[in-house]
């Protein structure tokens, strides 16, 4: 994974965090002064934490010193 390659991911993180910030904090706005309904909220915050936790996951496993589960069945004899 290049420089480049890990900023995008960086970046998209963020962007995900941003909006699952921002579903949250438009449910603790007054039921009249909220843009998202829960429905709607609810999804979109569910999305970006995937999205998060799935840029994470990517991220740990990369910088893991453990080897890759295909890497470790190759090299048992």
Known sequence: MTRKEIRALLVATRVSFD???AAAE?????PRDRELGPVLARRNFRE???SVVDDLNLLIGYFS????PAEAAGTAH
């Open 65 to 68: 010193d453990e080897p890759e």
């Open 48 to 50: 970006a934490k995937k």
């Open 19 to 21: 909006d699952a910030a």
């Open 26 to 30: 438009d449910q603790m706005n007054a």
